[in-house]
C-alpha cells in the first residue's frame, strides 16, 4: 500500500493533533472528516485541506476510499463510533481513554477481532523522545534495576466541555490526564499493575476549584506492578502555569528525570506576550521557556507514523499501543476511583487471561521499536 487513507472523526483538538501528524507523514492522506459541529467541521477542513466532510461518521464510513480511522471524539463515543468503523471495514486509531468501560473496551476489542481490523491505542508519551531516550538508557543498564517509577501530568483544566462532565468522560482528571502516567509506568516495568490504592477530590462542590467538572480535578494513586515495581500516579486540574509533564525513575544504581513540557531549549522574556507558549498556560507574557515543536515532543507524530506502517506492512502496534494494553490501563484507572470510593486498596485480576494482551519479554530481551 502506498498511502494509507485516513479519515478522522471530531474537528476540534485531538483531530488537530492527528491531522498535523498526518501531514508529516509521507505515506498518509487524509481524505475525509466528520463533525457533529458545522462551522468547526468547516474550520478544520479549510484549515487543513480536507476534501471532502461529514455531519455523520456513518456515511464517511461508507466510503471506499478510506482504510483508517481516527477517533477523536469524546471518550463515551469511542465504543459507539469505534465499532461502526470496524463493521465497515476500517482499522482504527483510538484516543485514549480506549473506553469509559471495560465492558465497552472489550465490546471494541471483540468487534476487531470479529471484523479482522486493527484496533490501535493512541498513548503518544510512549513516543516521546525523552521518554524512548530514557527507555534506552534503563536497557544499557544506566540506572540499575529499575524499582520505582513516578509520573504526573497536571494543568488547569480541560478546553473540551466533554472532559468537564463525568457521563462524557468516565471520570474527572484520572481518567483524563492519569491514563498517560498509568500507561507509562506499565510500559517502562514491562509488566502488569495488579494492585492500586488511589484517593480523588470526589468531583462537583467536593472539588478543589472546579465545582462544576463532574469528574474529580485532583487525584493520585500508587500502583505495584507484578514484576515488584512501584509506581506512583499524580494527577490534577488545579495547576496553574501550563501543562506539566514530570517522570523519575529511581533504579539500583542511578536515577532518571524527565520534564516533558517545562525542558524548551528556549527562555524568553515578553512584555507584550504572544500566541503561544506551552499547552494550557494561562499567558506567554514575562518569563516563558516556549515549546518548540511540542507535538512531536509529546509523541503525536511519531506515534502517528507508527501506526500508519502498522497498516501499511500489516504489523501489530508496539507494546503499550496494541488495544490490549489500552484495556488494561483502563482497568488499572478505573481500579484508582473503585479504591477512593471504598477507601482500600485494589487488587486486579488479569483482563484476557495468560496469553492475550501478555507484557512484553524483560527489557535488555526486548525488541527495539524501528522508527
Ligand atoms: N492523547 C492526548 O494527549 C489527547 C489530548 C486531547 C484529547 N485526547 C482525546 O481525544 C478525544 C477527543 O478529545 P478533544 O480534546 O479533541 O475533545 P474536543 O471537545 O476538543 O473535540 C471533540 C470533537 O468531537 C466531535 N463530536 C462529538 N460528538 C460527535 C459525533 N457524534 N460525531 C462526530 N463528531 C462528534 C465534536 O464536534 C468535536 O469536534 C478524547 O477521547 C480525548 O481523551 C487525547
Redesign the pocket.
Known amino acids: 500500500m502506498e498511502k494509507v487513507r485516513v479519515a478522522i472523526?471530531?474537528?476540534?483538538?485531538?483531530?488537530?493533533?492527528h491531522v498535523r501528524a498526518l501531514k508529516r507523514c509521507p505515506y498518509a492522506e487524509v481524505v475525509a472528516a466528520?463533525?457533529?459541529?458545522a462551522p468547526?467541521?468547516k474550520r478544520?477542513v479549510k484549515a487543513n485541506n480536507i476534501p471532502n466532510k461529514y455531519?455523520?461518521?456513518n456515511k464517511m464510513f461508507a466510503r471506499d476510499d478510506v482504510d483508517l480511522v481516527s477517533?477523536?471524539?469524546?471518550?463515551f463515543?469511542?465504543k459507539q463510533?469505534g465499532i461502526a468503523a470496524l463493521a465497515a471495514g476500517k482499522h482504527i486509531i483510538c484516543?485514549?481513554?480506549l473506553a469509559t468501560t471495560i465492558a465497552d473496551a472489550k465490546a471494541l476489542i471483540r468487534a476487531a477481532q470479529k471484523y479482522g481490523r486493527k484496533l490501535m491505542y493512541?498513548?503518544?508519551w510512549l513516543n516521546a523522545p525523552a521518554i524512548l531516550r530514557a527507555k534506552e538508557i534503563i536497557d544499557q543498564g544506566g540506572i540499575g534495576d529499575v524499582l520505582y517509577i513516578k509520573a504526573k501530568e497536571t494543568h488547569n483544566g480541560?478546553?473540551?466541555?466533554?472532559?468537564q462532565r463525568k457521563e462524557y468522560?468516565g471520570g474527572g482528571a484520572m481518567i483524563?490526564l492519569g491514563?498517560?502516567p498509568m500507561a507509562f509506568i506499565r510500559w517502562l516495568a514491562g509488566s502488569e499493575i495488579v494492585e492500586v490504592a488511589g484517593m480523588c477530590t470526589g468531583g462537583g462542590q467536593k472539588n478543589f476549584f472546579h465545582k462544576k467538572y463532574g469528574g474529580e480535578d485532583w487525584s493520585a494513586a500508587l500502583v505495584t506492578l507484578k514484576n515488584g515495581i512501584r509506581g506512583f500516579v499524580e494527577v490534577n486540574y488545579i495547576t496553574h502555569g501550563g501543562m506539566d509533564d514530570v517522570m523519575e525513575i529511581c533504579g539500583t544504581k542511578g536515577v532518571m528525570k524527565i520534564d516533558m513540557t517545562f525542558g524548551s531549549p528556549m527562555r524568553v522574556y515578553s512584555q507584550p506576550g504572544f500566541e503561544y507558549a506551552i499547552e494550557k498556560a494561562e499567558t506567554s507574557k514575562g518569563w516563558t521557556r516556549p515549546a518548540v515543536d511540542e507535538e512531536a515532543n509529546?509523541g503525536?507524530v511519531s506515534e502517528i507514523a507508527h501506526f500508519i506502517d502498522c497498516v501499511r506492512f500489516d504489523r501489530e502496534p508496539g507494546f503499550g499501543m496494541r488495544a490490549e494494553d489500552g484495556a488494561a490501563v483502563l482497568q488499572a484507572t478505573l481500579a484508582v476511583y473503585e479504591s477512593a470510593a471504598k477507601g482500600k486498596t485494589i487488587k486486579l485480576k488479569p483482563l484476557f487471561g495468560k496469553t492475550a494482551g501478555k507484557t512484553r519479554p524483560k527489557a535488555k530481551k526486548a525488541q527495539a521499536r524501528k522508527r
Open positions: 472523526v471530531g474537528s476540534e483538538f485531538a483531530a488537530g493533533l466528520c463533525s457533529i459541529d468547526s467541521l478544520f455531519d455523520d461518521y477517533l477523536c471524539v469524546p471518550n463515543l469511542h463510533v484516543e485514549k481513554p493512541a498513548e503518544d480541560s478546553h473540551s466541555i466533554y472532559a468522560c483524563h491514563i498517560h509529546l503525536y
